[in-house]
């Protein structure tokens, strides 16, 4: 089994940047990506950006392209999301998510997620 813990959440301005990070314990060999997914009051869960172990990005909010970037070394089971000119709408309990080789659209395994709060 692979645990996934994630760091670095808190409460900040809008404008402020902050980073949060994850790593990954346990069964991590057959480990190809890690993401992270949010989920704001009162909206859908979100995946936001992921990294697989050759270090290849991607992105998937319009929102946070530009603002948030993902970066670390899979293969280490490290992972993090620098996250800067953050707006209000970024409130939200964020999640560090892993997939195996063989995965499907879902995430084979989850953090407990860490909140991140933005004042106006």
């Known amino acids: 089994q692979v645990q996934l813990v994630e760091s670095g959440g808190g409460a900040l301005q809008s404008g402020g940047s902050l980073r949060v990070s994850c790593e990954a314990s346990?069964?991590?060999?057959?480990?190809?990506?890690m993401g992270w997914y949010r989920q704001a009051p009162g909206k859908q869960r979100e995946l936001l950006a992921s990294?697989?172990?050759?270090?290849?990005?991607?992105y998937y909010v319009d929102s946070v392209k530009g603002r948030f970037d993902i970066d670390g070394d899979v293969a280490k089971n490290t992972v993090w999301l620098q996250m800067d000119a953050l707006k209000p709408e970024d409130t939200a309990v964020y999640y560090c998510t892993a997939w195996q080789i063989l995965a499907t659209t879902d995430p084979d395994f989850w953090g407990q997620g860490t909140q991140v709060t933005v004042s106006s």
């Open positions: 990294l697989n172990r050759g270090g290849f990005a991607n």
């Open positions: 346990g069964s991590t060999s057959h480990i190809y990506r």
